[in-house]
């Protein structure tokens, strides 16, 4: 077994999804930011979360509205998901600059979903928790929209053949090969039929 060393306190919780969060203001200005700082909180009701810094210009536009929607990205959104990180929208627009297409939200007013994402998860905030260095807004899902082109042939859709990626640690990573699926561990294995 290998020796530990002592590191300093930290969020050493990787990987993580990597996903452009679209929002609006009132009075239609938009901007998209990459969290890193995201996760299910709930199956029923559905709800998640985003936590972001009071001093990111999406901040406001979320706290105004109260609505946001994350959108997953792949390997081909990679370099726009980057670049949503490290760029503010008070300098650039994120949409022109990225080629990223504005998707029109089925359940809510003013967050527009981006259209070039394999899934849309649209969310209405239930609660503001102000935590420190980051808000989490806590969130209803309220929709989600999906690519067509990986709905297979019975009617499922095939989230893991988008190419997803995902953060850990300054570093986005795809996902490599399938090692099991859920339940693996504990499923019998088949007998034989002897012939």
């Known amino acids: 077994m290998a020796e530990k060393e002592i590191f300093k306190p930290g969020n050493m919780l990787y990987p993580l999804p990597a996903v452009m969060v679209s929002c609006a203001q009132k009075d239609g200005k938009d901007n998209i930011l990459t969290i890193a700082w995201t996760g299910t909180v709930c199956s ?3 709800m998640l979360y985003v936590s972001v810094r009071p001093n990111r210009f999406s901040h406001h ?3 105004e509205t109260g609505e946001f929607v ?3 990205t792949t390997e081909k959104l990679a370099r726009a998901a980057d670049y949503c990180g490290v760029r503010s929208g008070r300098d650039v627009d994120k949409w022109k600059e990225m080629h990223l297409t ?3 939200p089925i359940s809510l007013q003013y967050a527009p979903g981006i259209a070039e994402c394999p899934v849309n998860i649209e969310c209405r905030v239930r609660e503001v928790l102000r935590l420190g260095t980051h808000d989490m807004f806590l969130a209803d899902v309220t929709g989600v929209q999906v690519s067509s082109e990986y709905m297979n042939e019975n009617g499922k859709f095939e989230l893991n053949q988008t190419g997803l990626i995902a ?3 300054g570093e986005y990573l795809n996902l490599g090969k399938k090692i099991g ?3 693996f561990s504990v499923k019998k294995k088949k007998k ?3 012939k």
Do not use: C
């Open 181 to 183: 699926m859920f339940g």
């Open 102 to 104: 504005r998707q029109k």
């Open 192 to 194: 034989k039929k002897r």
């Open 167 to 169: 953060y850990s640690h």
């Open 61 to 63: 536009m979320i706290e």
């Open 44 to 46: 029923d009701p559905p």
């Open 70 to 72: 994350v959108n997953l």
